[in-house]
């Protein structure tokens, strides 16, 4: 009986020494695995300390200024465009520029207006005649036209400088007086009925002008 339980005996043993055995594994594998878990976690927050630690070393940096505001450009007149602006500040300039400029419109305009004249004896007159004719209405269309626009140009330019100086205004009202000026100066000699209404004409057609420039600048 002994010997028929012996075999029982040595199983039974081998048994608990093993499951023991596997008890000691079980839990060195738990012990590994937790140790394994843990690691990546510490070392996560020794570098968050680490960080924290250079951070508080490092001494604070100044705050960028904001940028300055940025400044209109500006261009620095040359001292040749200030004489030149000084020289057409001059009435007596203006007026001789306007005086010239007048004279060639005029000039321009009477050689047009020449040009459609008729002779009054078209049928009779040969063809040299006709030639002669029209050169002669045509330069004293010219004479006449150029000598008028002149004279409403330069009257115009000095008479609107010496408001804007005595105003020291630049706006319509400028306009206004200088072509009411021009206006009753040119019809003066019609009388003063025509005289007013030339300067109610010319300031109106003046202003009108002034206008439409200034909307198309």
């Known amino acids: 009986g002994a010997l028929r339980r012996a075999p029982i005996f040595l199983f039974k043993g081998e ?25 990546p976690a510490c070392l996560r927050e020794r570098e968050r300390e680490s960080e924290r630690e250079r951070e508080m070393d490092q001494p604070e940096q100044p705050k960028p200024s904001p940028p300055p505001p940025e ?17 057409m500040d001059n009435c ?9 400029g007048g004279g060639g419109l005029g000039l321009f305009m009477g050689m047009l207006l020449g040009a ?13 005649e006709q030639f002669i004719f029209t050169a002669k209405q045509i330069g004293s269309r010219s004479l006449s036209t150029a000598k008028a626009f002149a004279v409403m140009g330069a009257i115009f330019s000095t008479t609107e400088c010496m408001v804007e100086k ?20 040119i019809s003066v000699r019609a009388g003063a009925k025509a005289s007013c209404l030339g300067c109610v004409g010319f300031a109106t057609f ?10 198309h600048q």
Not at 92 to 100: I, N, P, Q, W
């Open 71 to 87: 400044q209109p450009s500006f261009k620095v007149p040359t001292l040749e465009e200030i004489k030149a602006q000084e020289m």
């Open 166 to 185: 005595a105003r020291a205004k630049h706006d319509l009202k400028n306009t206004a007086i200088a072509g009411c000026v021009t206006g009753g100066a």
């Open 206 to 215: 003046s202003v009108l002008i002034e206008k439409v420039l200034a909307g």
């Open 116 to 128: 459609l004249d008729n002779p009054p004896h078209v049928d009779i007159m040969t063809a040299r």
């Open 92 to 100: 007596a300039v203006r007026g001789v520029l306007s005086l010239v």
């Open 15 to 39: 048994r608990r020494r093993e499951s023991h055995w596997r008890g000691r594994e079980r839990e060195e594998r738990g012990e590994r695995g937790f140790v394994d878990d843990c690691v």
